[in-house]
């Protein structure tokens, strides 16, 4: 089974600054697709950004990129140029790709990291 | 567009009586995931549904818990006899076809007394 661990259970910057997320994953499978997901106090899940295995160029949205080490297992989220909108609870979510008769392609989330961003 | 609604958004029940959870994905949209988060843990996978159909159950507790997705109205998620143990955040997630993204509702939070 496939397991997702986030190391960091608290992390905090400095408005403006920049900060990295850590994420590592176990799996057998060779394709499969990694997600960030942030949780502000409202609760929604918000999908920030996702990569794809086969895909070897790093994912990035606006101020948001992963550095994705295939080998390594890694899946680490930097966020640039941090703002006060962006202290959340940030998940990484692991899914196979592998179509299987009768599967899911259910997400296997990590325990996440509470973001806080200090003025 | 309306999202993935889900209500409702807080529920309290005592030890014993039955909750249930509703959730009406976006608008054609004919596969639906339902998450557990317990208190400081991420979102577990319970059960996946397509209209009518449950397809993988395999994180759903094998008692009290019961999920449907029929084909007209909302998916409903029921815990029978609730326990305090059953107190945390269910998410309610739809899809239109595999690949595609997946929305999340706002989830809603049972808490046992």
Redesign the interface.
């Known amino acids: 089974a496939q397991t997702?661990t986030q190391s960091q259970p608290e992390m905090s910057v400095q408005e403006a600054e920049t900060v990295t997320l850590s994420c590592t994953y176990d799996t057998s499978e060779s394709d499969y697709y990694l997600f960030w997901y942030k949780q502000p106090p409202?609760?929604?899940?918000i999908?920030v950004i996702r990569q794809e295995a086969y895909k070897q160029q790093n994912a990035t949205e606006n101020r948001f990129s992963v550095n994705f080490q295939k080998a390594a297992k890694s899946f680490s989220l930097k966020i640039s140029d941090s703002q006060l909108g962006d202290a959340a609870m940030y998940?990484c979510?692991y899914r196979s790709?592998r179509?299987k008769q009768?599967?899911?392609?259910?997400?296997?989330?990590?325990?996440?990291t509470k973001l806080t961003v200090n003025p | 567009n309306a999202g993935v609604m889900q209500n409702p958004r807080h529920l309290v029940r005592r030890r014993g009586q039955e909750a249930r959870l509703r959730c009406s994905p976006v608008k054609g949209h004919s596969h639906v995931?339902w998450?557990r988060q317990l208190p400081?843990?991420?979102?577990?996978?319970m059960v996946?549904l397509q209209k009518e159909n449950i397809?993988?159950e395999?994180?759903m507790p094998k008692e009290r818990f019961s999920a449907e997705f029929p084909k007209e109205g909302p998916s409903i998620l029921r815990i029978q006899q609730v326990v305090r143990g059953d107190s945390a955040?269910y998410?309610c997630?739809s899809r239109t076809t595999?690949?595609s993204?997946?929305h999340?509702g706002?989830?809603t939070?049972l808490t046992v007394t």
Not at chain 1, 42 to 45: A, F, V
Not at chain 1, 102 to 112: A, Q, R
Not at chain 2, 40 to 45: I, Q, V
């Open positions: 997702v409202s609760r929604q899940m999908l998940f979510a790709a179509r009768g599967g899911s392609e259910k997400l296997v989330f990590g325990k996440g | 995931y998450y400081e843990e991420g979102l577990k996978f996946y397809i993988d395999s994180g955040a998410f997630a595999y690949n993204p997946l999340f706002n989830g939070r």
